[in-house]
């Protein structure tokens, strides 16, 4: 019996090392932001930049700063899974691609998700606390937010 617990074992330790090959491609773009991400077309304050690139634009933009463990299979595999559905759902960068329509109402789920607390999402919270947004930051966020004129 324990020799069969040692060889399932050290298959599981073999099979873990053989993925560590397969990487996925990640969200990388470094540069400068194109003219088409959020920031640029709106130029918000300092603060509201800080806000919106810590708490948001890992996962809705183009361009991931990835800790550590992201390069540990199969944890990449998930973050990456993770943030491209997070870049179907609203991708800063490409902002000024949307309809006024679909700004308008991107604007409004934004809004929402923080008020409800399901932005940043709790799972991605529990390694990021820094991420986390205080009731000051979502309060100038949300006035900041309503100043944003979208032309038809």
């Known amino acids: 019996m324990m020799k069969s617990i040692k060889k399932i074992f050290f298959a599981g330790i073999i099979l873990l090392l053989f993925l560590q090959f397969f990487q996925p491609v990640r969200n990388i773009n470094k540069g400068q932001a194109p003219s088409s991400d959020f920031m640029r077309i709106y130029d918000p304050p300092i603060s509201i930049k800080r806000t919106l690139l810590n708490s948001c634009y890992d996962c809705h933009s183009n361009n991931t700063n990835y800790p550590f463990y992201s390069y540990v299979q199969p944890i990449s595999y998930f973050l990456e899974k993770h943030i491209s559905k997070g870049k179907q759902e609203l991708n800063f960068n490409e902002w000024g691609n ?28 529990v390694i990021h606390r820094n ?3 205080s009731e000051a930051q979502k309060q100038e966020l949300f006035k900041w937010m309503k100043s944003i004129r979208i032309n038809d």
């Open 131 to 133: 991420a986390k947004l």
């Open 98 to 125: 949307y309809s006024s329509r679909k700004r308008r109402n991107k604007l409004s789920a934004i809004r929402e998700q923080i008020e409800n607390n399901k932005m940043p999402l709790p799972s991605y919270l």
